[in-house]
């Protein structure tokens, strides 16, 4: 079954009504695959497909969505999601002979019964867990045997927690290396009225330019037209700052040293199908990602890369608050 707290946890005390035992839901989504909903009693919510291990929504507070997911996303096999968490793995972007961004993000997922225990942390009274291990189709083509576990919890204050763990399980000795992003598509007011704060001065590979590499010059990075960068050795916290809807998303990373940006602007959304003309202008992703220098696992070996976020009121939109507040506090 999908990890839950009162399994591992001591149960709640009768002081503290709010911890009580959270509600995970298997239900089904637009196209009849399962996903897993996370409702945990303070408010919070999320959900999870088994459709390529995904989140495909956060919500605050029964407030609103905080993940975009585009209106002609397809929830099915072959492609991937538009929207929520993508997982790139065993490879980001075509840095490499495999499909555009792995394989993970268009696999089906299972339940993980029994995931070995990471470290406790009682304030996390809601999860799921969701395990990828190869076909033998997968197999074919990537040839390495690997267990891929993923955590997605809601922290004490309605965060969003994801943890991947990923294990080399080749019997034969051979290590393997790879790429990974979490492709988070976070929902905006209007990508004109966002800026970026933690990329400046950072060197990025263009993917616009070749992936040429170069150094960001600017203050904030703000949008005017399309972006598609991969900052190299970004900082462990980045913050998304909405003016408009006086939203500050605050991005913590960790072992996930790069971080790609991306919006397709105008031209570009319009080739993409399951996108819609308009729709680059409500979103924007940040992906926490390993891309410039792969990593490899000897056999047995395991890799930990999370992703925390959360949403908070800002005050940015006044410039009021000393950015290095959020990205150093
Ligand atoms: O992460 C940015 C990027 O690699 C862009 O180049 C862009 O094409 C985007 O991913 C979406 O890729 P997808 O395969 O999901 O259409």
């Known amino acids: 079954m999908a990890g839950a707290a009162s399994a591992s946890s001591p149960p709640p005390t009768p002081k503290s009504p709010k911890l009580q035992p959270p509600l995970l839901e298997r239900a089904k989504g637009p196209s009849g695959l399962d996903k897993i909903v996370l409702r945990d009693p303070r408010g919070f919510t999320a959900e999870v497909r088994l459709y390529g291990g995904q989140v495909t929504s956060w919500k605050k507070d029964h407030g609103d969505e905080l993940l975009f997911v585009s209106n002609k996303a397809i929830f099915k096999s072959p492609g991937a999601i538009r929207g929520g968490i ?37 304030a996390i009274k809601t999860f799921a867990d969701l395990i990828l291990k190869p076909s033998e189709e997968d197999l074919k083509i990537w040839p390495h045997s690997f267990e891929f576990r993923l955590r997605v919890a809601l922290g004490p204050k309605g965060d969003l927690l994801v943890t991947s763990r990923i294990r080399n399980t080749n019997a034969d000795g051979r290590p393997f290396s790879f790429t990974f992003a979490y492709h988070t598509y976070f929902s905006v007011s209007d990508i004109s009225e966002v800026r970026i704060e933690g990329l400046e001065t950072l060197d990025y590979f263009d993917n616009l330019q070749d992936k040429k590499r170069y150094t960001e010059q600017g203050d904030a990075i703000v949008f005017e037209s399309e972006v598609d960068k991969i900052y190299l050795d970004a900082p462990p916290k980045i913050a998304i700052i909405d003016h408009e809807k006086k939203r500050t998303f605050v991005l913590r990373k960790d072992g996930l040293p790069d971080a790609v940006v991306w919006n397709p602007w105008d031209k570009k959304s319009k080739t993409i199908p399951d996108f819609g003309d308009e729709e680059y202008k409500q979103m924007l992703c940040v992906e926490p990602a390993a891309v410039e220098k792969p990593i490899t696992l000897k056999p047995g070996e395991e890799w930990k890369g999370r992703l925390e976020l959360s949403a908070v009121p800002s005050s940015y939109y006044s410039g009021q608050l000393d950015p290095d507040k959020v990205l150093h506090g």
């Open 86 to 122: 993508p997982i790139c793995f065993p490879q980001f972007g075509t840095h490499g002979n495999l499909e555009k961004h792995g394989f993970a993000r268009n696999r089906l997922w299972s339940i993980d019964d029994n995931p070995p225990p990471l470290p406790v942390n009682t």
